[in-house]
């Protein structure tokens, strides 16, 4: 068994961090691959500070993929790799050192899975633990992993906290793409997922890094907010075209169904308040989109006012 560690590289700030964390892993057989975004940073010269070590290789993009392509960019790194289980993660996120081990042993006990979660910590700018993510149950369909995640009760993931059977992620056309990789990471596992469920550690495998950097906290809004559409789309057309068979299962398509346009139009508030926050000018802008967002001109107007407090 072989592992692909894939880290999509522009910002240099904690990106030996990561790559230690890779290195040092108690499980040997891996490859990482750093793909070099056209930075303006040397990442190179960092990436040759781990030359001797052969399961390192770099690769610097013919252009820029950008925030907005990053998806693309995890497809193009996604066909470079040779290991049998792929991971990608954030050029300032680390693997805990027993991850892949952890992995590994999760796959030797269900082979008939394609998408595995390592349980989560989330950690600030000087890489303490911030936050400690609930554990999960040890095996969730694809139902309670899309109803975790809406229902109201905090969960969060993250890209790099899925490790991904690299076969059948590539026969599902690879990472599900979407502008600012916005939801890439909960649809590209909820179709991993729709057929066995997924497995998830009870032991710490990813380490997420928070920071003023983050996509999340410096993309467009409006792009982000195509993507909030493009996501619910996904959604209403999924769940709609499931069969299931059993009483419990229809009561969970039930409930996702009713779950779906409360959860959206959550986070489209979000979008809008926080854009109206830093530009009040915006209202006319978000007005202009109304029929788009799904929310009505009181909705909006509400969020104006709270962004004026």
Same mark, same amino acid.
């Given at each position: 068994m072989k592992f692909s560690i894939i880290i999509p590289a522009y910002k240099i700030n904690y990106l030996k961090e990561a790559i230690e964390s890779v290195v040092n892993q108690t499980f040997k057989d891996f490859e990482l691959l750093i793909f070099d975004d056209c930075s /303006?940073?040397?990442?190179?010269?960092? $990436?040759?500070?781990? =030359?001797?070590?052969?399961?390192?290789? %770099?690769?610097?993009?013919?252009?820029?993929?950008?925030?907005?392509?990053?998806?693309?960019?995890?497809?193009?790194?996604?066909?470079?790799?040779?290991?049998?289980? +792929? =991971?990608?993660? #954030?050029?300032?996120?680390?693997? $805990?050192?027993?991850?892949?081990?952890?992995?590994?042993?999760?796959?030797?006990?269900? /082979?008939?899975? $394609?998408?595995?979660?390592? @349980?989560?910590?989330?950690?600030?700018?000087? #890489?303490? +633990?911030?936050? %400690?993510?609930? /554990?999960?149950f040890e095996k969730e369909s694809v139902w309670q992993l899309i109803y975790y995640r809406w229902a109201g009760l905090g969960r969060q993931q993250f890209i790099g906290?899925?490790?991904?059977?690299?076969?059948?992620?590539?026969?599902?056309? #690879?990472?599900?793409?979407? /502008?600012?990789?916005?939801?890439?990471?909960? =649809?590209?596992?909820?179709?991993?997922?729709?057929?066995?469920?997924?497995?998830?550690? @009870?032991? =710490?495998?990813? @380490?997420?890094?928070?920071?003023r950097h983050t996509i999340s906290n410096s993309a467009n809004n409006d792009i982000k907010n195509k993507a909030l559409l493009l996501q619910r789309k996904w959604y209403e057309d999924f769940i709609a075209r499931q069969n299931p068979t059993t009483e419990s299962e229809r009561t969970m398509q039930y409930l996702l169904q009713q779950l779906l346009p409360k959860h959206f139009e959550f986070h489209t508030k979000i979008i809008v308040w926080k854009d109206m926050r830093a530009n009040k000018c915006r209202l006319f802008h978000w007005l202009s989109q109304q029929e788009n967002l799904k929310l009505s001109k009181l909705e909006i107007l509400k969020q104006f006012v709270k962004a004026l407090a």
């Open positions: /303006p940073h040397d990442i190179k010269s960092l $990436t040759d500070e781990f =030359i001797t070590d052969k399961r390192v290789k %770099y690769f610097r993009n013919e252009s820029n993929y950008g925030a907005e392509r990053l998806a693309d960019n995890w497809n193009n790194a996604l066909s470079y790799c040779k290991g049998d289980y +792929v =991971i990608c993660m #954030g050029d300032d996120d680390r693997l $805990t050192p027993n991850s892949l081990e952890t992995y590994a042993s999760m796959i030797d006990r269900h /082979p008939e899975i $394609t998408v595995f979660h390592g @349980q989560t910590e989330i950690i600030d700018e000087n #890489g303490d +633990v911030a936050e %400690y993510l609930e /554990p999960r906290d899925f490790c991904y059977n690299r076969e059948a992620l590539v026969k599902e056309g #690879g990472f599900y793409n979407l /502008p600012l990789a916005w939801g890439s990471d909960d =649809i590209t596992a909820c179709i991993a997922a729709s057929k066995n469920g997924i497995v998830n550690s @009870q032991e =710490i495998c990813f @380490q997420y890094r928070k920071n």
